[in-house]
Protein backbone atom coordinates (compact mmCIF):
# COMPACT_ATOMS: atom_id res chain seq x y z
CA UNK A 1 0.00 0.00 0.00
CA UNK A 2 1.55 3.58 -0.56
CA UNK A 3 0.59 7.15 1.16
CA UNK A 4 -0.82 9.97 -0.57
CA UNK A 5 1.08 12.38 -1.87
CA UNK A 6 1.69 15.76 0.63
CA UNK A 7 0.56 18.29 -1.55
CA UNK A 8 -1.70 16.58 -3.54
CA UNK A 9 -5.24 18.14 -3.73
CA UNK A 10 -7.83 15.86 -1.30
CA UNK A 11 -9.79 12.73 -2.47
CA UNK A 12 -13.41 13.30 -3.14
CA UNK A 13 -14.89 13.18 0.59
CA UNK A 14 -12.08 15.05 2.48
CA UNK A 15 -9.48 13.57 4.17
CA UNK A 16 -5.76 11.74 1.87
CA UNK A 17 -4.56 9.86 4.84
CA UNK A 18 -5.95 7.52 7.89
CA UNK A 19 -3.54 8.85 10.52
CA UNK A 20 -0.73 11.22 10.51
CA UNK A 21 2.17 10.45 12.84
CA UNK A 22 3.02 13.41 14.68
CA UNK A 23 6.86 12.81 16.28
CA UNK A 24 10.15 14.31 17.24
CA UNK A 25 13.62 12.86 15.98
CA UNK A 26 14.15 10.93 19.05
CA UNK A 27 11.49 8.88 18.49
CA UNK A 28 12.32 8.40 14.51
CA UNK A 29 12.59 4.97 15.08
CA UNK A 30 8.81 4.37 17.08
CA UNK A 31 6.97 6.33 14.47
CA UNK A 32 8.38 4.63 11.64
CA UNK A 33 7.42 0.85 12.94
CA UNK A 34 4.19 2.47 14.08
CA UNK A 35 3.98 3.84 9.93
CA UNK A 36 5.11 0.71 9.35
CA UNK A 37 2.39 -1.80 11.16
CA UNK A 38 -0.11 0.09 10.52
CA UNK A 39 0.07 0.28 6.68
CA UNK A 40 0.63 -3.64 7.06
CA UNK A 41 -3.00 -3.42 8.68
CA UNK A 42 -4.64 -1.65 5.39
CA UNK A 43 -3.78 2.22 7.02
CA UNK A 44 -3.51 5.15 4.90
CA UNK A 45 -0.37 6.57 7.03
CA UNK A 46 1.58 10.18 6.72
CA UNK A 47 4.82 10.21 8.42
CA UNK A 48 7.60 12.91 7.81
CA UNK A 49 10.37 10.42 7.32
CA UNK A 50 8.70 8.70 3.93
CA UNK A 51 6.66 11.34 2.49
CA UNK A 52 8.17 14.60 2.95
CA UNK A 53 11.42 14.39 0.67
CA UNK A 54 14.22 16.85 -0.24
CA UNK A 55 12.66 19.85 -1.81
CA UNK A 56 9.32 19.50 -0.11
CA UNK A 57 8.16 22.52 2.33
CA UNK A 58 8.45 20.86 5.77
CA UNK A 59 6.13 23.32 7.24
CA UNK A 60 3.61 23.29 4.76
CA UNK A 61 3.71 19.29 4.71
CA UNK A 62 2.93 18.90 8.82
CA UNK A 63 -0.15 21.66 8.38
CA UNK A 64 -1.56 19.77 5.27
CA UNK A 65 -1.25 16.58 7.28
CA UNK A 66 -2.71 17.80 10.48
CA UNK A 67 -5.30 18.59 8.24
CA UNK A 68 -5.87 16.31 5.86
CA UNK A 69 -5.89 13.09 8.25
CA UNK A 70 -8.53 11.52 9.40
CA UNK A 71 -6.14 11.03 12.76
CA UNK A 72 -3.54 11.85 14.40
CA UNK A 73 -1.37 9.31 16.69
CA UNK A 74 1.19 11.32 19.10
CA UNK A 75 3.93 9.16 19.53
CA UNK A 76 4.47 10.22 23.04
CA UNK A 77 8.20 10.46 25.05
CA UNK A 78 9.68 13.31 27.10
CA UNK A 79 11.03 14.66 24.21
CA UNK A 80 7.92 15.00 22.57
CA UNK A 81 6.36 16.98 25.53
CA UNK A 82 9.01 19.62 25.19
CA UNK A 83 8.72 19.96 21.34
CA UNK A 84 7.55 22.89 20.12
CA UNK A 85 6.53 21.30 16.68
CA UNK A 86 4.62 18.86 18.23
CA UNK A 87 2.85 20.84 20.37
CA UNK A 88 1.72 22.45 18.01
CA UNK A 89 0.45 18.96 16.13
CA UNK A 90 -1.12 17.38 18.60
CA UNK A 91 -2.96 20.95 20.02
CA UNK A 92 -4.22 21.45 15.85
CA UNK A 93 -5.80 17.59 16.38
CA UNK A 94 -7.51 18.19 19.82
CA UNK A 95 -8.73 21.35 18.70
CA UNK A 96 -10.86 20.13 16.29
CA UNK A 97 -12.21 17.34 18.25
CA UNK A 98 -12.04 18.63 21.95
CA UNK A 99 -14.30 16.02 23.45
CA UNK A 100 -12.96 12.98 21.92
CA UNK A 101 -15.75 12.05 20.62
CA UNK A 102 -14.93 11.52 16.63
CA UNK A 103 -11.13 10.18 18.12
CA UNK A 104 -8.93 12.46 16.15
CA UNK A 105 -6.00 12.06 18.51
CA UNK A 106 -4.66 9.08 19.55
CA UNK A 107 -1.65 8.91 21.91
CA UNK A 108 0.59 5.95 21.84
CA UNK A 109 3.14 6.40 24.91
CA UNK A 110 6.65 4.92 23.85
CA UNK A 111 8.44 5.55 27.20
CA UNK A 112 6.47 6.23 30.54
CA UNK A 113 6.34 10.18 30.88
CA UNK A 114 4.08 12.79 31.80
CA UNK A 115 0.90 14.13 29.42
CA UNK A 116 0.96 17.69 29.94
CA UNK A 117 -1.78 20.11 29.81
CA UNK A 118 -4.75 18.63 27.28
CA UNK A 119 -2.51 16.47 26.33
CA UNK A 120 -3.28 14.31 29.82
CA UNK A 121 -6.88 14.50 29.30
CA UNK A 122 -7.10 12.24 26.38
CA UNK A 123 -6.96 8.34 26.98
CA UNK A 124 -3.75 7.01 25.59
CA UNK A 125 -2.27 3.35 25.08
CA UNK A 126 1.36 2.22 25.86
CA UNK A 127 3.99 0.58 23.12
CA UNK A 128 6.84 0.57 25.62
CA UNK A 129 7.59 -2.53 28.02
CA UNK A 130 5.62 -4.84 25.63
CA UNK A 131 6.75 -7.74 23.15
CA UNK A 132 6.63 -6.69 19.65
CA UNK A 133 3.77 -8.75 19.37
CA UNK A 134 1.71 -7.24 21.94
CA UNK A 135 2.91 -3.67 21.14
CA UNK A 136 1.28 -4.59 17.21
CA UNK A 137 -1.83 -5.46 18.99
CA UNK A 138 -1.98 -2.77 20.72
CA UNK A 139 -1.71 -0.57 18.36
CA UNK A 140 -3.88 -1.90 15.58
CA UNK A 141 -6.45 -2.24 18.17
CA UNK A 142 -6.33 1.25 19.01
CA UNK A 143 -6.64 2.34 15.48
CA UNK A 144 -9.21 -0.39 14.66
CA UNK A 145 -11.14 1.14 17.96
CA UNK A 146 -10.71 4.46 16.89
CA UNK A 147 -11.93 4.29 13.25
CA UNK A 148 -14.91 1.86 14.17
CA UNK A 149 -15.79 4.28 17.20
CA UNK A 150 -16.19 0.28 19.03
CA UNK A 151 -16.12 -0.44 22.82
CA UNK A 152 -12.78 -2.43 24.01
CA UNK A 153 -15.11 -5.33 25.81
CA UNK A 154 -12.81 -8.07 25.90
CA UNK A 155 -13.75 -11.30 23.92
CA UNK A 156 -13.67 -13.16 26.97
CA UNK A 157 -15.83 -13.38 30.12
CA UNK A 158 -13.48 -11.26 32.93
CA UNK A 159 -12.20 -13.50 35.46
CA UNK A 160 -13.89 -13.26 38.87
CA UNK A 161 -12.52 -10.93 41.46
CA UNK A 162 -10.40 -12.75 44.64
CA UNK A 163 -9.41 -11.18 47.62
CA UNK A 164 -5.91 -9.22 47.90
CA UNK A 165 -6.08 -9.29 44.07
CA UNK A 166 -4.09 -6.16 42.60
Known amino acids: MTTNRVGTPPAA ?30 YKVLIQAWDMTPGSNWVFSMNDGVQRSERMIAVLSSEYTRSLYGTVEWQGAFKDDPLGAQRKLLVARVEKC ?23 EALVRAAQLAVSGGRAKPASRPMFPTAGAP
Open 13 to 42: GGASWDFFVSYTRDDQQWAEWIAWELEQAG
Open 114 to 136: DRPGPLGQVVSFDLFGLPEDAAR
